[in-house]
C-alpha cells in the first residue's frame, strides 16, 4: 500500500474519529471548529455568512483552511479582505470558484480573477440573497427584473482567465421573461454541501440569535446548505433564549460550536468628525452634494451609495424626516458612532462603523432586498463611471483592469425607484462619462432620472437629456464641450 494511499485512509479515520467522539447521536454540539468541518472535502461548496468582515465565521475559516481541503466553490457575498475573513482560503489556493457580489478592496481576490488563478461568478447582491434564501426553501428558481439587458442577463461575462488574458469560461444566458410588460430574468436557487455561520448567541438545539447587520447572509447561507455549521459567541441550555427572540430555528443547524478569541476586525473605522475626504475641501464635491441633498423629501426612504452620496445625508434640512436604508440590513441608519464607541456589529453597506437612530430596524440580506425589489424604497442615490443620454448606467467594472462587483446597484436601479446618479461631469483625463451610449458593461438599462455634477443637472427620459441646471459661472457652451451626448436646455 503507497505512502499517500496510507495517508488518506489515517485522515479518514481523523475525520470520522472527531465527528464521533463523546458526542450522544443527537447532540449538535462540536468541541471544536476543526473537528465541526473535519468532513468537509475538497470539491464540496461551502456557503458562507458575513459582509465584508460583519458577522463572519472566523473560527469555522480558520479550521477550514487549518484542514486544507481544496478546489473548493464557496458562495459569499464577498471575501473578506487579503488576509482574514475567506481572503484566508484563497491565499492558501484552496477556493477554485467564488460565487460572490463584491470584490471590494481585496487585491489578491481581484488579481487571481485577472491572472486566471481563480473562477468568479459575480451575481447582484439581492439576487445573491434570494437565489440562497430560494435554495433554503426549496424554489428551484425565479424571476426577477435585476440585471435585465446587462451582461448578467445576456451572458457571455467572463467567469474565468487564461494565463494571456484570453476567457477561458463565460457567463451563460438567463432565460427571460415578460410579465405585465415588465421584462424580467430568471435565476436558479443555490444551495450547498455546508453552510458556515456565525451568530451572537445560540442553544445546544442550534436556535440562534443574531446581533446587529452581523445578521446578513447568515440567516440565508444557514437555510440553503445540507449541513448547517454554526459558530456562537454565548452558546446556552434550550429554554435560555426567549422564543419570540429567536431569528433562526434550531431546524436548520446541524451543528453548533462556541467560538473563542473573536478578532471582530473592522474593515472601516469611521467615527464622528471624520470624513472619506480626509478633512479636505473639495467645493466641486460640495456642489454635487448640496443638490442631491435637495432630492430628499419628508418621509421618503432613501438608499445612498457609498462616498458622495452618503455625504448628502448631512443636508438633510431641519424639521424633515428622511429614512436610510443600508442594504446590509438597517433601516434606520444614524450618524457616524463617537470615538471609541464603534461597533464591529454594527456598519453600512460600505463597511463603515454606523449607529442606530430611534426607531431603527435591522433584518437579513433577502428581506433587505425584498424592501429594495418591492418598491419601498422611494429614493436611490449612486455614482457612475458613465450615464448614456437615454439613462443606461454603468458603474461596476472595467473590463479587464478593474473588478469590483456590482454589489446591490443592480437591484437597485433595477426596482423602479427613482434613480439619481451623482458624479463628476467628466474623468481626470477629461474623458466624457456622459455619453450617447455607455462603453463599459451596464448596471441598468434605461434606469436613470437625473444627473448630478459639478457643472450641471440632466433630467433623463424618454426624449433624452434635458438641462435643467447649470453651476454659477459656467455656460452652456462649457458644458456641451464636456458632455458626449446631445441635450435640450
Not at 460583519?54 to 473548493?72: F, H, M, Q, R, Y
Not at 443555490?190 to 452581523?214: E, H, M, P, Q
Not at 425589489?373 to 439613462?391: C, F, P, S
Not at 438599462?445 to 444627473?451: G, T
Amino acid at each position: 500500500m503507497n505512502r499517500v494511499l496510507i495517508n488518506r485512509i489515517a485522515l479518514s479515520a481523523a475525520r470520522k474519529s472527531a465527528l464521533s467522539s463523546t458526542r450522544s447521536a443527537s447532540s449538535k454540539v462540536f468541541a471544536s471548529a476543526e473537528a465541526a468541518v473535519a468532513d468537509i472535502k475538497s470539491g464540496n461548496t461551502l456557503l458562507v455568512g458575513g459582509f465584508g468582515l460583519c458577522g463572519i465565521p472566523e473560527n469555522l475559516i480558520a479550521a477550514v483552511k487549518k484542514s486544507g481541503p481544496t478546489d473548493l466553490v464557496c458562495v459569499s457575498n464577498n471575501a473578506g479582505v487579503d488576509d482574514f475573513g475567506l481572503g484566508q482560503l484563497l491565499q492558501t489556493k484552496q477556493v477554485k470558484r467564488m460565487i460572490s457580489s463584491y470584490v471590494g478592496e481585496n487585491k489578491n481576490f481581484e488579481k487571481q480573477y485577472l491572472t486566471g488563478e481563480l473562477e468568479v461568478e459575480l451575481t447582484p447582491q439581492g439576487t445573491l440573497a434570494e437565489r440562497l434564501r430560494a435554495g433554503g426553501a426549496g424554489i428551484p428558481a425565479f424571476f426577477t427584473s435585476t440585471a435585465y439587458g446587462t451582461v448578467i442577463q445576456e451572458g457571455g461575462f467572463p467567469i474565468k482567465y487564461n494565463a494571456d488574458k484570453t476567457v477561458a469560461i463565460t457567463s451563460k444566458p438567463r432565460e427571460t421573461r415578460n410579465f405585465n410588460g415588465r421584462n424580467y430574468v430568471m435565476e436558479e436557487a443555490i444551495t450547498g454541501d455546508f453552510s458556515l455561520v456565525k451568530a451572537w448567541k445560540g442553544d445546544t438545539d442550534g436556535n440562534l440569535i443574531f446581533r446587529a447587520t452581523a445578521r446578513n447572509f447568515n440567516p440565508e447561507c444557514a437555510k440553503a446548505g445540507k449541513v448547517c455549521i454554526a459558530e456562537v459567541e454565548e452558546l446556552v441550555e434550550p429554554g435560555q433564549l426567549d422564543p419570540d427572540e429567536i431569528h433562526l430555528p434550531g431546524i436548520y443547524v446541524q451543528r453548533i460550536i462556541k467560538g473563542k478569541d473573536y478578532e471582530k476586525r473592522i474593515e472601516r473605522v469611521t467615527v464622528a468628525g471624520t470624513s472619506n475626504t480626509g478633512g479636505k475641501t473639495d467645493p466641486a464635491r460640495d456642489r454635487i452634494v448640496k443638490r442631491a441633498a435637495k432630492e430628499f423629501k419628508d418621509g421618503m426612504y432613501v438608499n445612498l451609495g457609498i462616498g458622495v452620496p452618503t455625504m448628502a445625508s448631512n443636508y438633510v434640512p431641519p424639521g424633515m424626516k428622511v429614512v436610510l436604508q443600508s442594504e446590509n440590513g438597517l433601516l434606520g441608519m444614524g450618524p457616524y458612532p463617537q470615538p471609541g464607541q464603534q461597533d464591529a456589529d454594527l456598519i453600512n453597506a460600505g463597511k463603515e462603523t454606523v449607529t442606530y437612530l430611534k426607531g431603527s430596524s435591522i433584518f437579513s440580506s433577502s428581506e433587505s432586498f425584498g424592501m429594495i425589489r418591492g418598491r419601498h424604497v422611494d429614493l436611490t442615490i449612486l455614482g457612475a463611471l458613465e450615464v448614456a443620454a437615454n439613462g443606461d448606467l454603468a458603474n461596476w467594472i472595467i473590463p479587464g483592469k478593474m473588478v469590483k462587483g456590482m454589489g446591490g446597484a443592480m437591484d437597485l436601479v433595477s426596482s423602479g425607484n427613482r434613480v439619481v446618479v451623482t458624479m463628476e461631469h467628466t474623468a481626470k483625463t477629461g474623458a466624457h462619462k456622459i455619453l450617447s451610449a455607455c462603453n463599459l458593461p451596464l448596471t441598468g438599462k434605461q434606469v436613470v432620472d437625473l444627473i448630478i455634477t459639478e457643472l450641471a443637472v440632466f433630467s433623463v427620459d424618454d426624449n433624452g437629456l434635458t438641462l435643467i441646471e447649470h453651476a454659477e459661472g459656467v455656460s452652456v457652451e462649457d458644458i456641451k464641450a464636456k458632455t458626449g451626448a446631445p441635450f435640450k436646455v
